[in-house]
């Protein structure tokens, strides 16, 4: 099973300021990995698919980049409906999930 | 515009089974696989499994794969989710989630249900 460790666990910010959030892959996924996001009481919503395309109607303040092992999700200018938990995930099998980092 | 309607909040005793609905409009029902994950009290993410739709082909997760039954009903677009022998550990909220990409299997998981709580204690 391939472990997805994010960091950091959590990211203290100020809105319009910039957000980089790593996800690193205990083996090679190639760009196989998506980014959500989760508010309380909400379901996930992807954000990222296949590590560097916005998924529908995700505004280009969000962008993801990286392959093989090292991601990153950054957000550009920080608005304040982004202050949320984020995770990524691998889609090998089995499809795994990382810990999450909550933006605060 | 698509939606993903999940069955209400459930209650099981430990040993006991668990069946969760989820009913989809909005999209043609079976040119997307609908995947289940689960995610405990303040947890992360589990996925659980995939089913396509269409012709009803099923991959659970090994850690539930001889717990779990994916299955589905194309006359009501309703995918259904059944748990057995269940245990305190099993206590999550249980979504349901569309594969992103239509006619193939993509893992990526686009619209999601509003999920299902399900509680395990004696």
């Known amino acids: 099973e391939i472990v997805l460790t994010q960091s950091p666990a959590t990211l203290s910010l100020s809105p319009g300021e910039r957000a980089t959030l790593s996800c690193r892959a205990s083996?090679?996924?190639?760009?196989?990995l998506a980014w959500y996001q989760q508010k309380p009481g909400q379901a996930p919503r992807l954000l990222i698919y296949?590590?560097?395309y916005r998924a529908t109607g995700i505004p280009p303040r969000f962008s993801g980049s990286g392959s093989g092992t090292d991601f990153t999700l950054t957000i550009g200018s920080l608005e304040p409906e982004d202050f949320a938990l984020y995770y990524c995930?691998?889609?090998?099998?089995?499809?795994?999930f990382g810990q999450g980092t909550r933006l605060e | 515009q698509v939606h993903l309607v999940q069955s209400g909040a459930e209650v099981r005793k430990p040993g006991a089974s668990v069946k969760v609905s989820c009913t989809t409009s909005?999209?043609?029902?079976?040119?997307?696989?609908l995947h289940w994950v689960r995610q405990a009290p303040g947890h992360g993410l589990e996925w659980m499994g995939i089913?396509?739709?269409?012709?009803?082909?099923?991959i659970n997760a090994q850690k539930f794969h001889d717990r779990l039954t994916v299955t589905r009903d194309t006359s009501t677009r309703t995918v259904y989710m059944e748990l057995s022998s269940l245990r305190s550990e099993d206590t999550a909220v249980y979504y349901c989630?569309?594969?992103?990409?239509?006619?193939?299997?993509?893992?990526?998981?686009?619209?999601w249900g509003q999920g299902s709580l399900v509680t395990v204690s004696s």
């Open positions: 089913i396509n739709p269409r012709g009803g082909t099923v």
């Open positions: 083996q090679s996924i190639s760009n196989s």
């Open positions: 995930q691998q889609r090998s099998d089995p499809v795994t």
């Open positions: 909005g999209y043609t029902f079976t040119n997307y696989c």
């Open positions: 989630a569309r594969d992103y990409s239509a006619g193939r299997w993509s893992y990526y998981l686009g619209s």
């Open positions: 296949d590590a560097s």
